[in-house]
């Protein structure tokens, strides 16, 4: 079918699981129960976190340039179960300046990007989606690929990336949260109306480029995901839209 074109794949964040064990079967039915199918619907108001890549998903090693660089701790597998199952979007928003520096080509970025995926998925975890700006603002070195050296909306603290999901998702900014390890990350979030969480893991907050201060620190992401589920439980569900 894929041959002969008869076949179309689409990302989206809505419910979708196949149910053909009796286990499968029984957590559905649970889904059902706890209302996550009918609040994945995108009708209704969606809740996200949004996460930076580096430092906070995989290990901070510096600029990453080959997926076989990709270490992601125990601790995020747990912690993206824990956003998986609670009806929050689990969305990756990173600056990947590799591209225009000329370490990889986009093809090299998004082959990095499907093995992380990938590496998520044998931890049968998922990310609802992963958005990367591959530009960098500045001009004049030998090695730059000049195309991607702009200044643009996409490079975190812009919030171009993030607004195309909130449009794309429908998701409630004043219920959502961006999770990172940079007051870049943090200032990203405020840009965007979100809450903020700063972690320990990767910079820690150590880049000092912003003067932005998070709502909330935490460990690390799994740490991170435990408060906002504590804060989200005392919050409201986001309301209907039609
Ligand atoms: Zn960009």
Redesign the pocket.
Known sequence: MVGEERAYVYRTTEYIKDMGTPERHAEVTRHVASGLVAGRNLKRKQRAIFLDRDGTINEYIGLLSDPRQLQVPDEVYTALAAINDSGFLAIVVS?QPVVARNLCSLDELNEINLRLEAMLGERHVYLDDLMC???HPDRGFPEENREYK?A????KP?T??LDRAVEAYNIDRRASYFVGDTTTDIQTGRNAGLRTVLLATGKAGSDGKYDAHADLGAADLHDAVLMILAEAALLPAPADTN
């Open positions: 600056n700006c591959p530009h702009i643009c909306a996409c490079r812009g171009a990336l």
